[in-house]
């Protein structure tokens, strides 16, 4: 089944505790992204990733950190999360370098994350 | 500044009635217009996909039409069913690539 998985699910953590989500596709896609949703907000792109090694930020990169090292995966690091990162964050995928403009996006089931 | 509006915020209509959800945006220089749902606790699923040239697209009950020109797309929704209850995002592709967002509406459909 074509998917994009992200783990955990839901995470609670304190202020200063490194972290990583990891989100995985398996549809052999090069672009890739995250997100977060926060009210009142929506969706709003924190980094994104063209292909292998091709990271660029998105709206909302501080704070953040991604890696590219392989197609399949694009991890969310957070060095030091602090409680504005309270939020859902979702990573998606889609065909192509330049995907978006053409092809539909793929996304994952979200992981919830708080901190405090 | 793009931005992306959809109004209203919520939307409760019986079972079986026909339905219009509307997208507005500041920018009409867009590559596509996405139509995505979210369930509660799920993430976004993938409706429709209109391409800037294209002035509408149909996937079963579902259908998006797109005027750039006026900053306008609508997705309508026949016969609409219990199940199509969800949070409703409209998502245009702007020229700098930017994939932005609205808030969403919120959709029940009341059997």
């Known amino acids: 089944e074509a998917q994009v998985t992200q783990n955990p699910r839901y995470l609670i953590t304190v202020t200063g505790k490194k972290l990583t989500v990891t989100c995985s596709q398996n549809?052999?896609?090069?672009?890739m992204s995250w997100y977060r949703q926060d009210p009142g907000l929506g969706l709003r792109q924190i980094y994104y990733s063209m292909n292998v090694e091709v990271t660029d930020k998105g709206d909302v990169p501080e704070g953040y950190k991604v890696s590219r090292k392989e197609k399949r995966n694009f991890p969310l690091i957070l060095e030091s999360p602090s409680p504005n990162q309270t939020s859902l964050y979702f990573c998606a995928s889609t065909m192509g370098s330049r995907g978006p403009i053409i092809y539909e996006q793929y996304f994952g089931p979200g992981t919830r994350l708080t901190v405090t | 500044k793009q931005e992306v509006t959809q109004i209203p915020a919520a939307l409760s209509v019986p079972e079986g009635e026909n339905l219009v959800l509307n997208c507005s945006f500041t920018d009409s220089a867009i590559y596509n217009l996405q139509w995505f749902r979210q369930d509660p606790g799920k993430g976004l699923t993938s409706l429709l996909l209109?391409?800037?040239?294209?002035r509408e697209q149909t996937s079963g009950r579902l259908n998006a039409s797109l005027d750039k020109s006026s900053g306008r797309s609508t997705l309508y929704i026949a016969a609409s069913q219990p199940g199509d209850s969800a949070t409703y995002l409209c998502?245009?592709?702007?020229?700098?690539?930017?994939?932005?967002f609205g808030t969403g509406t919120r959709l029940t459909i009341i059997p």
């Open positions: 549809m052999n896609h090069e672009y």
């Open positions: 209109i391409q800037s040239s294209q």
């Open positions: 998502a245009p592709l702007f020229g700098n690539e930017k994939l932005t």
